[in-house]
């Protein structure tokens, strides 16, 4: 079931999905297909006119001036409708195109807020923004250019080839065989051009990733001066891809060419046989040749748009089948109606035979069980890979538990609403994170509606005032993406100032201060053991002064807990944290 | 802008044969409307059969050597484009390793990428449409004009006129577009900037539920993508129809005026349809400009990317071939009053900065978060400079050295451990390259190593991935010690470099350390006394000051911010798990 067969190309549920949201713009398209039938018949339609007066221009005693005239205001009046069917029919075209993007773009991001956590955590973050930006792009104008070329390429060949039919069926005839020498040239360059594209954009991969390691880690590679082989290496897949793109690119070129070729052909054919029949006398005049030759010269050039639709179209439907494969990622399921609201909450947690996985194979949790009371403080330590975090994840309702329950003042997190819950718990995580904005807009993010007084009073408190007073514009220093230039140290404490803003009444800390030295660790205790103070916190930390105080320690292996009790009991106990605890004397 | 040219100079045939060569297909095309005339005013003015049938042969011929000059054309094109942007690439990563650290910390290393890779890309496709059908157009249009001129000088003023005006059309739509699609990527980098936030933040996003506002926040910057979009859109889609209105005034112009003067005797039926002919060549040749232009105002935007990365001066200048001090100084680093200040950043970072190093010495360096500790270690390889004061290594002053010469003898340790694809020994012998299998091992087993590579499967051929990413945290950090040692230089700094190992490895580790062969003078900076309680020498950092330099012992007396850390510390961590 997994892959239905790619290799035929057109996955038929896609495009009919295509066609759905093109659908949307029915009005608009038909718009735009009409004046594209408008432009089209206009531009084959002024040839004839021109034609018509040379008729009229024959020699001195055969010029028919008023005729001529008549024509050129019919010609004028052509070229002035025909510029404003293909101005509204770009204006129509472009307006499609960008409100599909547009849509698009935000559904995608709408249902990324939706998406459950696992998800993401499993995703790389460059591949779906890829898809978010690259995908719609060339989907949308893959679809849309793809589908007028193919509208008014057909459009063209078909007009021009029942023009000439009706002018001269006999001279038509000489084009209409040379047309599949034309078709043939086109798909033979192109079946051949997309082989050797596709070793160029491997070869493109290749020396991407090898950019991305040695840009991204330029830092190293000046510390061990290996900037000579980094180089060599480079060149080594410069030189290979500066090979094969010269062939891909030489190649793709010969469309054209060839198919001008073909075309110039056509034009010596007609002019051979348009001219004959002129001597011949009667069945064409030198004006009827005129129009031939200009119908013949522009014949094939549609054919190049055409034999370039398909391919065109295909990367289009590959393009959709990967936004609508993130589109329909079965999302969060939303609260219920009747959730409850957690309000007035104390800190009661109640975990019960909780079981969980990421995936079916490995167990991650397996019957945890405990109760909490409001104030407490519950450490959980153990070996990495132990299910710390893990267990946050289902607090916050990151994900949901397998089996069993968790339940906040009694009430099962499942018939909770998200926000209400997440509003509950005040959380700082190892890894930090920080938005593109200013100081200010980052400590106050959980609460805007904060007073300056509020604010500095908190980044006192969790000693970052120190540094951001040193910042250049203070509070209102710009940080770059993830937090600019500040070191991983002051970004924590950032992220601790957010929380000790927003005081909710319970915390969670997943190694909060890993990258705060000791010492200042020290300094910002107390206000950590004020903002602790009566409210229920999860800590996960490897520091003994953070666990030592705690009145329930999780002492976790393998995803159970194996030890579970207050400090002093654990050591009495002489088990795996009093293991823990005695290795630091080891050294 | 100008010194991307230079990247053609090398394809200097390649860029004369090119055009050249579409400027011979041009001559043929521009010479078929002068075969019709004849055709016309000859061949069936005179019933001449033969005339006719030779005047078609001369067309296929005119096609066939078309066909020859364009393909040539064509290819010393790609040639050019290619060779071009192979030149480039090369010259752009070579320009970013000579980039210090102020320069990558400037730029941003995410950005250098895309520069590299789709910048380029657009650029070679820019200068391959250039060559191929920019300079092509020009040619016919002015050809055109030249026929015109040959065919019926008189008639030639409608060309001298329609072509101003289209060329006056062509230039302002492009003019007002041009500044208008930069804004377009600049809207596009926004939207592609939030999504991506969005996504590395979503745990913290959604615990302080901010999903609405990120759509409202996305909304706004989406909707001025599309704004943006549509202003430009409604501004390029003018050209292809106002150029057909210009063209088609053209052909009246010459239809009415030819009619006349074929009825005064001056001009013949052949040369109205030449003329109109040399019409429609413009008009086709202008509607394939229009497509070009789009691409090529990309390739523009494009190359004011790469050539800003090309501009950036590369700040650090060091003499190419440096001093080299006799061998034998006992005093291997010293600082003298050395004071740093990051580009962008009011306060310094270090400031009178004294000490110094002899060989064999262990040097410890403490301090809190945002002390200078790193600062001060990068001051050493010259990865920065002092703003004051000097850093001397081997009694020499850094600047003195070539950066090869300094940075040979200088190994490091970085604080976040960064590995190479490739094998485990390809990523040691980053340390020398001319190091045996045996200092390899030796060198595995010094930093804690050699267990868990004897137990991969091809030992020092175990393949490491992008960024090593298939070894766990400690694996990475100790090969990354690994490497530095395999170097054996005189002087050896480790950055922090044990957090991510457990206590018991990170004591054998800080053991095996205190035998190095050579006797390094090793510079071991850390956040925990244990780490440096046994250098011979403790610098304590506070705020870019030195506030304490001595021994564990003497530093617990005398200095009260080195107490203040010892005393957070002891006794009171568990291994970090």
Partial sequence: MKAPKKKLGFDKRTAARVLRELGRHRVSLFFSLLFALGSVLLTLYIPLLTGDAIDLIIDRALVDLDGVLAIALQIGACALLCALCQWLMNVLNNRITYAMVHKLRRQTFEKLQRLPLSYLDSHAVGDTVSRMMNDVDQLTDGLLLGFSQFFTGALTILGTLVIMLLLHPGVALVVILVTPLSLFVAAFIAKRTYSLFRLQSATRAEQTAMIDEYVGQHKTVLAFGHEDEAQAEFDELNERLGKCALRATFFSSLTNPCTRFVNNLVYAGVALVGALLCIGGGSMTVGGLSKFLSYANQYTKPFNEISGVLAELQNALACASRVFALLDEPELTPDAPDATVLSAVEGHVELDGVAFSYTPEQDLIRDLSLKVSPGQRVAIVGPTGCGKTTLINLLMRFYDVNDGSIRVESCDLRDATRASLRASFGMVLQDTWLRAATVRENICMARPDATEEEMLAAAKASHAHSFIKRLPNGYDTLLGEGGGSLSQGQKQLLCITRVMLALPPMLILDEATSSIDTRMELKIQNAFARMMQGRTSFIVAHRLSTIESADVILVMKDGKVIEQGDHRTLLAKKGFYATLYNSQFES | ?577
């Fill in chain 2, 1 to 577: 802008m100008k010194k991307l040219l230079k990247y053609l100079r090398p394809y200097r045939k390649e860029t004369v044969i090119s055009p050249l060569f579409k400027l011979l297909e041009a001559i043929f095309d521009l010479l078929v409307p002068l075969v019709v005339k004849r055709i016309i005013d000859v061949g069936i003015a005179n019933a001449d059969k033969p005339y006719v049938l030779f005047m078609c042969l001369v067309l296929v011929g005119f096609a066939l050597v078309g066909l020859a000059c364009s393909l040539v054309a064509q290819y010393y094109a790609a040639r050019a484009a290619v060779g071009f942007s192979t030149h480039l690439r090369r010259d752009l990563f070579a320009h970013i390793q000579r980039f210090s650290y102020t320069d990558t910390d400037r730029i941003g290393t995410a950005t250098l990428i895309t520069r590299m890779t789709a910048d380029v890309n657009q650029v070679q496709s820019g200068v391959n449409l250039t060559l191929r059908l920019l300079l092509r157009s020009p040619i016919i249009v002015l050809g055109a004009l030249v026929m015109a001129l040959a065919v019926h000088p008189g008639s030639a003023w409608i060309f001298l006129l329609i072509i101003p005006l289209l060329a006056v059309v062509i230039f302002s739509i492009m003019l007002k577009s041009i500044p208008l699609y930069r804004g377009v990527q600049s809207n596009l980098d926004r939207v592609t900037a939030l999504t991506r936030e969005n996504l590395t933040g979503a745990r913290v996003l959604r615990a302080f539920r901010k999903e609405d506002e990120e759509i409202t926040r996305f909304g706004e910057a989406n909707d001025a993508h599309n704004r943006m979009q549509n202003r430009v859109g409604r501004i390029s889609a003018l050209m292809n129809p106002l150029t057909l209105v210009l063209v088609n005034l053209g052909v009246i112009l010459i239809l009415q005026s030819g009619a006349h003067r074929v009825y005064e005797g001056g001009m013949t039926q052949g040369d109205v349809v030449a003329l109109t002919n040399y019409m429609a060549q413009i008009l086709v040749e202008l509607i394939k400009l229009a497509n070009t232009v789009f691409t090529v105002n990309k390739a523009l935007a494009s190359a004011h990317r790469i050539s800003d990365v090309l501009d950036a001066p590369i700040r650090m200048s060091a003499p190419e071939k440096g001093e080299t001090p006799e061998d034998g100084s006992d005093e291997v680093l010293s600082f003298r009053n050395v004071s740093m200040r990051y580009a962008g950043s009011s306060e310094p970072s270090l400031s009178g900065i004294t000490f110094s190093a002899r060989r064999g010495e262990t040097v410890g360096i403490i301090g809190s978060t945002g002390s200078g500790k790193s600062t001060l270690a990068n001051l050493i390889p010259r990865f920065y400079d002092p703003a004051e004061g000097e850093v001397l290594v081997l009694g020499q002053d850094v600047r003195a050295y070539s950066l090869p010469d300094l940075r040979d003898r200088i190994a490091i340790v970085p604080q976040k451990a960064t590995l190479f694809s490739g094998t485990v020994r390809s990523n040691l012998l980053w340390g020398n390259q001319k190091a045996t299998d045996e200092e390899l091992w030796e060198a595995l087993e010094r930093a804690q190593a050699k267990d868990f590579v004897e137990e991969k499967e091809g030992g020092l051929d175990a393949p490491v991935s992008q960024n090593g990413k298939n070894l766990s945290g400690g694996q990475r950090q100790r090969l990354t010690i690994a490497r530095a040692l395999v170097r054996r230089a005189p002087i050896l700094i480790l950055d922090d470099s044990s957090s991510a190992l457990d206590y018991a490895t990170d004591a054998a580790l800080r053991h095996a350390l205190r035998t190095l062969p050579k006797s390094p003078t090793v510079l071991l900076i850390s956040q925990r006394t244990s780490s440096i309680r046994h250098a011979d020498k403790i610098l304590v950092l506070e705020d870019g000051e030195c506030v304490g330099i001595g021994t564990h012992d003497e530093l617990l007396a005398t200095c009260e911010v080195y107490r203040e850390i010892h005393e957070s510390q002891y006794g009171r961590e568990v291994e970090k798990a």
